[in-house]
C-alpha cells in the first residue's frame, strides 16, 4: 500500500479485479432498473434479485443512493458514447435523448425517483448529483442556443440559462406524464414545440 503525501495516510490501491466485479454488479442492476424500474428498491432487495449477497453489495456501494445514483450516471455515459447527439441545437438534443428513452421506461423511472429524492435532505448523495446535473446540462444547452444567437436563428433577446431552464423542465415535466400514460403523451413531439422559441440553427456547409 502506498501513502498518500498530502494526507500523511496510506492510499487505497484501485484493484482491477474489484474494478471489473464492481462494474459487473452495476451493469446487473442497471438491466434490473430497466426492466423493472426503481419500485422500492433496497441494497437487499436489488442484490437478490442479481444474485448478490448483501454483504458484497455494501463493499461495492455504501447505500441504496450511491448505487442508484451511479447506475443512472454510467447507463447516460454509456448513452452518450454509444449515440451521440446528432442535433446541433438546444432542444433537439433533449427531443433525441426523449426518442431514446421510449425503450428503456424504467430508467425514466430511476431518473424520475432521482429528482424526487434530491429534494429531501436525507439524500444528500443524489442531491449533490442531481445539482451538478442540472447546472451541466443547462450550461451545454446555453452554450447551443448561444451558438444560434451567433448564427442569427434564435432571437437575441432570449436569456440562454433562461432558456435552458426552460427546456429542462418541459422535458423532466413530459416524461413523467408519459410514465403515467405513456399512449396520452409524445415527449419528443411536444418538445419539438419549443423550437418556436430556441429553433434549430442553420444546418451546417
Do not use: C
Not at 89 to 114: H, K
Request: glycine letters at 6%.
Amino acid at each position: 500500500m502506498t501513502e498518500d503525501s498530502s494526507q500523511g495516510r496510506p492510499a487505497r490501491r484501485s484493484y482491477p479485479k474489484g474494478v471489473r466485479r464492481r462494474q459487473q454488479i452495476l451493469d446487473s442492476a442497471i438491466a434490473l432498473l430497466a426492466q423493472r424500474g426503481v419500485d422500492r428498491a433496497s441494497l437487499r432487495t436489488v442484490g437478490e434479485a442479481i444474485g448478490v449477497s448483501h454483504t458484497a453489495l455494501r463493499h461495492y456501494f455504501s447505500s441504496r443512493d450511491e448505487l442508484l445514483v451511479e447506475a443512472y450516471r454510467t447507463h447516460e455515459a454509456r448513452a452518450a458514447r454509444e449515440a451521440p447527439a446528432t442535433d446541433e441545437s438546444a432542444v433537439g438534443l433533449i427531443v433525441e435523448a426523449a426518442e431514446r428513452n421510449r425503450s428503456i421506461p424504467g430508467l425514466v423511472e430511476l431518473y424520475a425517483t432521482l429528482t424526487t429524492d434530491a429534494l429531501q435532505e436525507q439524500h444528500a448523495v443524489t442531491r449533490e448529483f442531481v445539482r451538478e446535473r442540472f447546472r451541466s446540462l443547462r450550461a451545454e444547452l446555453a452554450a447551443r442556443i448561444e451558438s444560434g444567437q451567433r448564427a442569427g436563428s434564435v432571437a437575441a433577446d432570449i436569456d440562454p440559462l433562461d432558456a435552458a431552464a426552460l427546456v429542462i423542465a418541459a422535458s423532466d415535466g413530459l416524461q413523467i406524464q408519459w410514465l403515467l400514460d405513456p399512449d396520452a403523451v409524445d415527449v419528443g413531439r411536444s418538445l419539438s414545440m419549443l423550437e418556436r422559441l430556441v429553433p434549430r440553427g442553420p444546418a451546417p456547409g
